[in-house]
């Protein structure tokens, strides 16, 4: 499995991020997936996850704020981020939404500032 995400980058706050997550290797259908970010210092965090049947959940933080979204046929997992601000600037990982992961791919890093 490759976990392979992408669209990170350095923004003001108050705009725009859309994360992409490409996994390969599986049938994305059968798994519940998330979107995990790790800021320096700090443990890693789910922030928001998306059930194989389409159902959503987020962490307080970003509610409001951030979409998850999957596209089972393109096999990707994606993150609309809105509004961010700079306690949002953290390496963003997708993968399994259990307590069994995949092994975490290299994330991409996302940086806001104020």
């Known amino acids: 499995v490759q976990l392979q995400a992408s669209g990170g980058g350095f923004v003001q706050a108050g705009v725009s991020l859309r994360l992409s997550c490409v996994v390969s290797?599986?049938?994305?259908?059968?798994?519940?997936m998330g979107w995990y970010r790790q800021a320096p210092g700090k443990q890693r965090e789910l922030v928001a996850g998306?059930?194989?049947?389409?159902?959503?959940n987020y962490a307080d933080s970003v509610k409001d704020r951030f979409t998850i979204s999957r596209d089972n046929a393109k096999k990707t997992v994606n993150l609309q981020m809105n509004r961010l601000k700079p306690e949002d600037t953290a390496v963003y990982y997708c993968?399994?939404?259990?307590?069994?992961?995949?092994?975490w791919g290299q994330g991409t890093q996302v940086t806001v500032s104020s």
């Open positions: 998306i059930s194989r049947d389409g159902s959503t």
């Open positions: 290797g599986i049938n994305l259908n059968n798994y519940d």
């Open positions: 993968n399994r939404k259990s307590i069994v992961k995949f092994l």
